[in-house]
Structure formats: C-alpha cells, structure tokens
C-alpha cells in the first residue's frame, strides 16, 4: 500500500480521491475511475495542470519535440488527403490531444509557406480537455487565425470534411484493470485502508468488458490465461472512435500510438499487462505514487479500433510502423539531404543534433516503431483503393 500522504502526491487530488471512494456505495472505485481523475481532474489532474512536462527534461518525449520534420511530413499527408477528396474548400484538420501545439505550430506554417492554396482552403480545430494545455497550445499558435478550439458538443454530427488526427492520445485513455481469479474475469478496484490505497478484487463493473473481449474474439478464461494474468480494457477508445465517426462526413481518421494488435496485446505471457508511468524520463509500473504529478499510460489495441472503426462506419485504409510512414513521405530524403549538403553549412555541434533527431523519428525500437493506422469514411471504393503516400512503403 501507498500512503496518500506521501510527499510527491497532490494533497488536494488525494483529498478529492479519499472523499470520492469514501461517498461511493461500496467505498470503492474502478481503476479507470482513479486515472481519469488523476490525469484529467479539471483542477488537480497531471494533464489539467502545468505539471505536465513533455520534452528533452520532461516525463516523456514525442515525436514533435524531436524536430519540425515529423509536422512538416505529416502536412504531406494532409495535402495529399485534400487532393484525393477532390480539392474541397473547406477542409478541416481535427487535431485532438495536442499536447502543448508544437505539431500544429510545424504544420500549419509549412503548409502555408509550401502549399498555399491549400492553406487558404484550411480549417484546424484542436480538441483539448486541459485547460493548462489549451493555454500553451494558444501561445504557440497566436499566429494562426484559423485554429479554433472546441469541444465534441462543438462539433456538428456529419460535418467534418477533412482528417481526425492524434498522435500519443489514445495511450493516455482510462483504462479499467481486469485480472483472472477462480478462471474467470474479475475486475481491480481501489479502496482506502489506514490511509492508503488498497487495491481489491470483485465482479466486473460492466458487462461492457464481456463485450469487449467478445468483440475481439478473444477468451481469457480460457486455459491458457493462468490464474493472476492481469491486463487493460481500453472502453474509453471504443466510445471515443464512436464520436470520430459521428463527426466526420467524409475523409480520414490518423492514429498515431504505441501499441499492439489484439493477439499481441493479449500474449498469455504478458501476464502484467502494458500500464506504466513516466515521471522525469523514467518509467515505473506504480500508478500510486506521484499521484497527479506523473503521467500514466496503456498501449494500445490496435485491433479494438479497427473493429469498432467498422462497427461505426469506418473502413481501413491501411496500417504501418512510423518509421516507415514517415519514410514514405519523404523522411528519408531529408536525411540523405542532410549527410551531404547541410553537412556543409552546418555547425558540427547543429548537424549532429539534426540528424540524431531524424534517426530517432524511425528507429524501430522506438518512436519509430509506433503503429500508424488509417481508416475513412464516405469514400468511393475506388477512393479507397487509391495508394496512400504515407502508407506506401519506400523502395
């Protein structure tokens, strides 16, 4: 157990979470309960205040903190998805989860200074529950009229035309801790004992979880699941691919995370399951420690999106790794452009930074290994069937 006292916890979350679990009829809460609060809390959660510190001297690093090159290859892709639906007007980025809006800020200027008319036709929409998050992502964006910041109840169903994207969101979802006792699905939940955080097992608090595995295909109270195999249950993914499709009339949805398909995900031998925590660049397995001043994730399940993606009225259109997403969009040709001419005029000290940074965007056993899945929705079969850029793999 970890005593709420402690002196790295938020003393006002664990106030908030004592009262909680105290008022609740069984003085108990699900897992998932506990991490939205603690990460989303709109006064004390890790990502609703300014603790949240992404980058070189953060808790965890992302793609965009690395180089503008990862945003810039991505407007590559954007271009390309205004030019296969035909040129529209209005077409519209979605952006959710933007973190601090360091994507958005290498995005939207590169679009500007290289595709023009396609910039004209642009509308950028961040949705963004972090009130701190929203005021950095303004401060780095004060340049661009054209973002506007809403939430779901904001957006008309059927009225996107364009790409939902997110990069690093999904990981961050609540997620509800499931464990096999007695060769059966049972569920984690917290309590409070000697003011401390007590983890119990009981009944699952939703048939919702049953569902889940049955949608995937996949039976954990079989033989092969051993009696303690633990593992996540991601339902906030499935509701939130059900409000993706609800908006989007015609285009794209662009997941980008690190993650798994289900069959991987659900390995007999991974028997912990994916959840960790980042605090100051290290990683942990202890969601009870730091409380609100850590971030906390699960991988993905790669396989939960596609089916409910099709359940929604989404086709996929492909998956990949980054590593050779971004080489398909022209990564690759920026590397080889720095090994020779920008060698020449840059510092010794720039350059190896430059290329250091490009090499970490598609190194397999690290950014560059995150899945990148696409999938649409009111597109012609024949749209459909059109080779995608970035989902082309690069001779």
Not at 77 to 95: A, D, I, S, Y
Not at 197 to 219: A, C, M, P, Q, W
Request: glycine residues 8%.
């Amino acid at each position: 157990m970890n005593p709420l006292a402690s002196e790295n916890n938020n003393p006002e979350l664990c106030a908030f979470i004592t009262e909680k679990i105290e008022e609740s009829p069984q003085k108990r809460i699900t897992f998932a309960q506990y991490m939205d609060w603690v990460l989303y809390h709109p006064d004390y959660g890790y990502y609703s205040t300014n603790k949240v510190n992404i980058g070189k001297h953060g808790d965890f690093l992302t793609s965009p903190r690395l180089s503008a090159d990862f945003g810039e290859v991505l407007g590559e892709q954007f271009v390309e998805m205004w030019e296969f639906l035909g040129k529209p007007q209005n077409f519209t980025l979605v952006e959710m989860g933007a973190g601090q809006g360091i994507l958005a800020a290498d995005i939207l200027p590169y679009i500007q200074n290289k595709y023009s008319m396609f910039f004209q036709n642009l509308q950028y929409i961040i949705v963004e529950k972090s009130p701190a998050l929203i005021a950095e992502q303004k401060k780095h964006l004060r340049d661009y009229q054209l973002v506007k910041w809403q939430e779901w109840d904001d957006i008309a169903d059927n009225s996107i035309v364009g790409c939902f994207f997110s990069n690093e969101l999904i990981d961050a979802l609540p997620v509800h801790q499931v464990v096999i006792k007695e060769s059966k699905i049972q569920e984690i939940y917290l309590t409070i004992e000697s003011a401390s955080i007590r983890e119990i097992v009981d009944n699952i608090s939703t048939t919702k979880i049953i569902d889940y595995f049955d949608l995937l295909g996949i039976d954990l109270s079989g033989n092969v699941y051993g009696e303690g195999y633990r593992s996540e249950v991601n339902l906030a993914a499935l509701d939130w691919m059900k409000t993706v499709t609800s908006k989007l009339q015609r285009g794209y949805l662009l997941t980008i995370d690190y993650g798994y398909p289900a069959h991987r995900y659900y390995n007999p031998y991974r028997r912990e399951g994916t959840l960790q925590c980042y605090y100051r660049h290290r990683h942990h397995n202890d969601p009870y420690i730091n409380i609100g001043n850590q971030d906390i994730t699960a991988h993905v399940n790669f396989t939960s999106l596609e089916k409910q993606g099709e359940l929604s009225g989404l086709a996929k259109i492909g998956s990949t790794q980054q590593c050779l997403f971004l080489m398909a969009l022209g990564l690759g040709d920026r590397i080889s452009a720095l090994s020779t001419k920008d060698a020449e005029v840059l510092d010794i000290g720039t350059f190896l930074k430059r290329r250091d940074a490009l090499h970490q965007l598609i190194d397999p056993m690290g950014l560059g290994g995150f899945e990148v899945l696409l999938q649409c929705k009111g597109l012609t079969d024949s749209e459909k069937t059109r080779s995608i850029k970035g989902f082309t793999i690069p001779i």
